[in-house]
């Protein structure tokens, strides 16, 4: 399961992004922001889940709602399982998010906040208002942006392991997830009734290549010093390139 750190707009974000790091994974193809069919793809089973999960944990007669600038933010890191986490986030009934990549602060800043204010759900008073674009960790522009917006926004990274955050209620637990072995992944089912789990689509759960053992090594070694920084930055230890 993917890990999670969590930091607040006010902590710079500036050692994460090297000045070569700049919007550099901006022109690889974003699966979950392009149009075609894994745009429809998501749109589809963004529905599903808005009418078969989510809304069935929301009582419609509650008070009037209004839409909200995000309160936490998933930033990162691409491919790191950023859809997952928000889609299982968005199971608990404090939670409301966006489905698509607003990609306000590195692509459409321009627009203005009331543009992303407007991309927002609706939400009551006491639910965290999210979104989700991997490709913020990796422009350089985002963290000053997202301060200014509010420095006490919640800001997620994907990273190896899961923790508590956001003080949420325990109302999310084993009973909304089935474990897939075809995918690899645990998909979404609802505890109620006997429905077929719910599986992100074909753009998750890719097969992999194998790669050269050589080349494995290359990675570990250059990544090594940036582990370091990073892991001292944290205050915690991955231990990634120590596995074998
Ligand atoms: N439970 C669950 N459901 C769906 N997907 C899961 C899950 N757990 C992990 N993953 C893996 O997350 C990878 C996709 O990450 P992202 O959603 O962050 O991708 S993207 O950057 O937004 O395109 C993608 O990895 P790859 O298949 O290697 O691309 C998914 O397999």
Redesign the pocket.
């Known amino acids: 399961?993917?890990s999670l750190m969590v930091s607040t707009a006010s902590n710079s974000l500036d050692p994460l992004f090297g000045a070569s790091s700049r919007d550099v994974l901006n022109n690889e193809s974003?699966?979950?922001s392009r149009g075609g069919e894994d745009w429809d793809e998501i749109r589809s089973e963004q529905r599903t889940l808005d009418n078969n999960v989510v809304s069935s944990l929301f009582n419609e007669s509650g008070p009037v709602e209004s839409k909200k600038l995000p309160q936490a933010i998933i930033i990162?890191?691409?491919?790191?399982?950023?859809?997952?986490?928000?889609?299982?986030l968005r199971v608990h009934p404090d939670i409301r998010a966006v489905g698509a990549?607003p990609h306000f602060f590195d692509r459409n800043y321009d627009k203005g906040l009331e543009w992303y204010r407007d991309r927002m759900p609706e939400t009551q008073e006491g639910q965290i208002t999210m979104e989700?674009t991997?490709?913020y960790y990796v422009t350089k522009d985002v963290p000053a942006r997202i301060h200014t917006m509010s420095p006490d926004t919640r800001l997620i990274v994907?990273m190896t392991r899961v923790q508590d955050f956001l003080g949420l209620r325990r109302v999310v637990g084993h009973k909304h997830?089935h474990f897939n072995p075809a995918?690899?992944?645990?998909?979404l089912k609802r505890p109620e009734g006997n429905s077929k789990p719910h599986?992100?689509g074909k753009?998750?759960?890719?097969?992999?290549p194998n790669i050269d053992p050589e080349v494995v090594q290359k990675l570990r070694d250059f990544y090594q010093p940036f582990n370091r920084r990073f892991y001292q930055m944290t205050g915690h230890d991955f231990g990634w390139g120590s596995w074998s």
Not at 76 to 88: D, N, S, W
Not at 183 to 187: D, S
Not at 203 to 208: L, M, Q
Request: hydrophobic content about 30%; aromatic content about 8%.
């Open positions: 399961m993917p974003d699966l979950d990162g890191v691409k491919k790191g399982g950023t859809r997952a986490l928000l889609e299982f990549e989700k991997p490709s994907v997830f995918k690899g992944f645990p998909c599986c992100l753009t998750k759960g890719r097969i992999h």
